[in-house]
């Protein structure tokens, strides 16, 4: 992760060994199709829903959204796409 990248994480409040650990996870995905990639991400949200409570999930979907400022143009709208449909589900 860059400096720039940490200073954003920092306005977030998002826990930077929690952080750590997801971007070493990210490289699971690496050299995975968007298409793997996506339905994986609606296998894991099943997963959630069944265990969190709806105040816990929200607070999920804040977090997710917080991201949003290290992320380019292109992915925003891809993000945006996924929320859209893991909140239909």
Known sequence: MNEKSKKKLDNY???KSE??????EAKN???KSEEEIYLQVIQINEEIEKE???E?????????KSIR???NDEQNIKLDSLLKK???N
Not at 19 to 24: A, P, Q, S, V, Y
Not at 56 to 64: M, N, P, T
């Open 29 to 31: 995905y690496e050299n």
């Open 69 to 71: 400022t290290l992320l």
């Open 13 to 15: 409040h998002i826990d």
């Open 19 to 24: 952080f750590k650990r997801n971007e070493i």
């Open 56 to 64: 816990e999930y929200e607070i999920l979907f804040q977090k997710l």
């Open 52 to 54: 969190m409570s709806y």
């Open 86 to 88: 893991l909140k239909k």
